[in-house]
């Protein structure tokens, strides 16, 4: 069936340090692949996304990676800060249910100052 | 996001008691879907919602029920069949296929 595999599940970095986040998807038809962040006890917000007709895209210190061909994409977070610490979850879009989302399992980033 | 207010923000449910969450939005969108999230687990599907009157099963849709009879209103009623309710509820919307979801602020549910 439908899959998105996140790993790791957690993660711990030093400030000023890289993090990167990946995630491996099932449906090879898969097209659209956002990256949200969760706060404890709050809302997921969208940080970043990516279309299968793009291979990188950037924003600051955020970046998305997609490689269709091993169906797996990353998240890099570079020169980490102590606010970039929350839970993120990468999600990929099935071509069964129109405009469904299938949620990797999340990554806790912890961000040590 | 403001557009998607979900209330409310915390509820306690009885044994035997169905109890219904409340998702509105005003930001146009046709999409709307609600998710269950466990503590320390991510997002999982319940319902979801192309379009007015119309609305399909996720992944664990069992003991749960909604409807969609407004554009911006999707409310969610979870059954006294639902033996583990116990989770944090959120609502999300969006515009269309391929285009974000946003999600609103959440509802905690308990058992008393």
């Known amino acids: 069936g439908e899959n998105v595999e996140q790993h790791p599940s957690t993660l711990s970095v030093q400030e000023g340090d890289s993090a990167v986040i990946k995630c491996t998807y099932s449906?090879?038809?898969?097209?659209?692949f956002p990256w949200y962040k969760q706060e404890l006890g709050k809302r997921p917000q969208l940080i970043i996304d990516?279309?299968?007709?793009?291979g990188e895209k950037k924003d600051q210190r955020i970046a998305v990676t997609l490689n269709k061909t091993a169906k797996h994409f990353s998240l890099h977070i570079t020169e980490t800060q102590p606010e970039d610490s929350a839970v993120y979850f990468c999600?990929?879009?099935?071509?069964?249910?129109?405009?469904?989302?299938?949620f990797g399992a999340g990554t806790r980033l912890a961000v040590h100052p | 996001d403001g557009g998607i207010t979900q209330s409310p923000k915390y509820l306690f449910r009885k044994e035997g008691q169905n109890v219904t969450l409340s998702c509105e939005q005003n930001l146009n969108h046709d999409a709307m879907y609600w998710y269950r999230q466990d503590p320390g687990q991510g997002l999982r599907l319940i319902y979801y919602?192309?379009?007015?009157?119309?609305?399909q099963k996720g992944d664990i849709a069992e003991g749960y029920s909604v409807s969609r009879e407004k554009k911006e209103s999707f409310p969610l009623t979870v059954t006294s069949a639902q033996k583990n309710p116990t989770a944090f509820y959120l609502c999300a919307s969006s515009p269309g296929a391929n285009q974000p979801q946003h999600f609103g602020d959440g509802t905690r549910l308990s058992i008393l």
């Open positions: 990516i279309r299968s007709n793009v």
């Open positions: 999600a990929a879009s099935p071509t069964s249910g129109y405009n469904k989302l299938i």
């Open positions: 919602s192309q379009i007015v009157n119309d609305f």
């Open positions: 449906d090879s038809a898969s097209n659209y």
